[in-house]
């Protein structure tokens, strides 16, 4: 994310607070600012959502991607990325 207009880490902080805030409320997603925590106009957040199909998590996440863009229209990358139990237990 890029804050252009951004002036102080104490404001960007404010809104990734609110941002965060409506994702898990909205979105049932756990969000954490995982890059650039230093920056005053850039930040990296990760949410994740957790699910037993992929079908509703998918259009969950495309609710969630909808729904930050039309927050930060141009100020926003998205890069997505699918991790299953076998993935971790190395099944």
């Known amino acids: 994310m890029h804050f252009p207009e951004g002036g102080s880490l ?7 607070q609110s941002l965060k ?5 909205r979105f049932g997603a756990t969000v954490a600012e995982t ?3 230093d920056l005053w106009q850039r ?3 990760t949410a994740a959502l957790v699910g037993k199909d992929l079908g509703p998590l998918k259009r969950a996440s495309d609710d969630l991607e909808r729904f930050v863009l039309s927050q930060f229209p141009e100020t926003v990358r ?4 699918v991790t299953t139990a076998k993935d971790v237990l190395g099944e």
Not at 10 to 16: A, H, N
Not at 21 to 25: I, M, S, T
């Open 10 to 16: 104490k404001g960007k902080r404010k809104e990734l």
């Open 21 to 25: 805030a409506q994702l898990h409320r």
């Open 35 to 37: 890059d650039h925590h």
């Open 43 to 45: 930040s990296t957040l």
């Open 78 to 81: 998205f890069q997505r990325g």
